[in-house]
């Protein structure tokens, strides 16, 4: 049956009816090649053309260009028995040509419309060039900074990560999927990636039950809430079954009890890996356990095409299985439109990169820089105090790395760099020296740290621009040591000493260690890798234009050593406490043993970060008082109301992020000791107070607990309010115990 019969088929435009009657005609092999999709390359590969024609592909990755794409799509609707469109998939993770901070900077503004206006503006450009399909958002939630894919994540926190992930769902599905600028998006690494072992991609995951249930699963819920189309499983091994065939995961959670009706790609050659797993013992195994256990889509590697055809007739996969998935496939393109309107015509889009599109970009950055440390008042600077500005680093003037990692398609000419910038706002009285320090930021060798030391002392004021390149973040990209790489801090410490107004703007794809870099700056700006615009945005940010308002969406340790570390921490029975805490520098000599308290800390770095979770500066500071609850006694089928009024009590307006956290101080299982339940970003002017009001609900007090079961629990809550998880403004109140007796949400 030929695709335009497909159109005139039935009177009803019905999706479902429509996806029924192709289900009737396809042979076994067609509904096969729908669950295949296979890596493309540069130009037209007439090899994979042929698998087209034979209805083998039912998805193409990694193939771009408009023209070529419109070509392999004429091929597969006007060519192939039933002209099934192609669904183009591509990682456009965090911009497309015009490039976002990544994934965790844009966490860093405790601001949903951050991640979705990208995603809005990364669709809009990803569409333009034919693709119709993003592996984002990725919902890992990781508390490992070693882990290099911790770049793509947003972070330490199941709500923050789920009200951003679902943001950027809604900013790439749009309001209609069906829009030619929407795409469909793909939540991932379903599930668990973000523990590996080590902080080693690809490593061994262990996680429990509680785990799984309370902090990883909760993001990609928020994701389904939000519609998203797609799915990708992890490569991770989870407590002994990879994710790729975990069938607790994929049907019993995902398909079952969250009723998902999208589909399941795998990732990259994941099916085939099962075997190096040592879980499968051979591929056509590999087809067999990973259909079986409910995955849809079979990506790059082909053990679908080769195996599953006899592993129907010999009835260890059920057809039945097959049209399932076929079915989700189909709905997803008929979702999109792809059989109305299969090819994609750039007249009807918007220039990529235009100054709408950088102007967003732009405002994501500033949105995303944290400011850690400002002592004096360094920052923001006042030009007409500066004679001789120096700007020093290899991140300076690079618009390449600041795009950071995952940027297939980002557009170097798009990037306007921190020293463009800087050269732009500085007057001609402002002389600026420059001097790179080092040839890489993995740059060892000490040969240019005099041209950065004439620099500095010509200059009253020193700006450096230091940090990670892009490769040393991303997938497969992990650090065992992730200070600052090469010689960077050896050059701020001979710099340091020169005693001048010193500034570190750091670029990296990560939290670093900055427990001795810090002290070595008067102000410390932390730019994540920014993107296209991160030059302007950083620039408005030094110089005031602008007030530094983001948060950090994940701790940051004193030391390797301390990882994981993370606010949302279990109490344990002897939590580290100020009182009880003895440094290694103060035992005394032949101290016995009971002398050093006996409570969860390291003797060298304590049990803090050294800059905890939700931390950020402002040019401002806000102070948070009259904390005021609806009632200190809530009933399960009541609201809590909760009030606080936040004073600027600075000299310039800004912008603050209120959080609020709670702690169930007893349950059936151990809650973390503090738990984020809402935010609100708010600008405030200065002198000025506001009151927010927040609402929670048994909901939001429930946990899953022993059975794995979502349940609620009478008992006594502590609930703050502040600008970071050391909040102290807090109220306690109880939850009562429900007549009717039935604890389940
Ligand atoms: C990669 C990544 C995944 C990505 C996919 C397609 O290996 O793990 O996040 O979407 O392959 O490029």
Known sequence: MKRREIETMGAEKDTHHR???????????????????????????????????????????????????????????????????????????????????????????????????????SAIEAARDGIHWTFAPMVDVTRDPRWGRIAESLGEDPFLAGQLGAAMVRGFQGDDLSDIKSIAACAKHFAGYGYSEAGKDYAYVNISDNEMRNIVLPPFKACVDAGVATFMTAFSDLNGIPATAHENLLKDILKGEWNYDGFVVSDWDSVIQLITHG?????????????????????????????????VSEGSVLEENLNDSVRRILKVKFDLGLFERPYTDQKLFPQNGNEDHLAVAKEAAIESLVLLKNDYETLPLKPERIQNLAIIGPLADDGFEQMGTWTFDGKESFSQTPLQAIKEAMGPDVNIHVARGLHTTRDNSQDLFKEAMEAAKKSDTIIFFMGEESILSGEAHCRADINLPGAQNKLLEKISKLGKSTILVAMAG?????????????????????????????????????????????????????????????????????????????????????????????????????????????????????????????????????????????????????QLYIRDLFASVTRPVKELKAFEKVFIQSGETKTLNFKLTVADLSFVGKDNKTIWEPGVFQLWVGGDSNAWVNEKF???TDKTENNEK
């Open 19 to 121: 996806i029924e009657q192709l289900i009737k005609e396809m042979t076994l092999i067609e509904k096969i090649g729908q669950m295949s999709q296979f890596a493309g390359g540069n130009g037209l590969n007439h090899h994979l053309m042929e698998h087209v024609r034979d209805g083998k592909v039912g998805s193409i990755l990694n193939q771009v260009g408009v023209d070529v794409l419109n070509e392999m799509q004429r091929i597969a609707v006007e060519e192939s028995r039933l002209g099934i469109p192609i669904i183009f998939g591509r990682d456009v993770i965090h911009g497309f040509q015009t490039v976002f901070p990544i994934p965790l900077g844009q966490a860093a503004s405790w601001n949903p419309e951050v991640p979705r206006k990208g995603a809005r503006i």
């Open 279 to 311: 879980f499968s013992e051979n591929p056509k195994a590999a087809a067999k356990a990973s259909v079986n256990a409910g995955l849809d889509m079979e990506m790059a590697s082909h053990t679908f095409l080769q195996h599953l055809d006899t592993l």
């Open 510 to 658: 990560r939290p670093l260690i900055l427990d001795h870099t810090r002290d070595l700056v008067n102000s410390l700006l932390y730019a994540w890798h920014p993107g296209s615009m991160g030059g302007p945005a950083i620039v408005d940010v030094l110089l005031g234009k602008s007030v530094p308002s983001g948060k950090l969406p994940v701790s940051f340790p004193k030391s390797v050593g301390q990882i994981p570390i993370y606010y949302n921490q279990r109490n344990s029975g002897k939590p580290g406490t100020h009182e009880s805490f003895t440094h290694i520098n103060d035992i005394p000599p032949r101290a016995p043993q009971t002398s050093v308290g006996n409570t969860s800390f390291h003797l060298d770095d304590g049990f803090e970060p050294l800059y905890p979770f939700g931390f950020g500066l402002s040019y401002t500071h806000f102070e948070y008082h009259n904390l005021r609850l609806s009632t200190h006694n809530m009933q399960a089928n009541e609201t809590l109301d909760v009030s606080i009024d936040v004073f600027n009590a600075g000299s310039l307006d800004g912008q603050e992020v209120a």
């Open 734 to 736: 109880e939850l009562m």
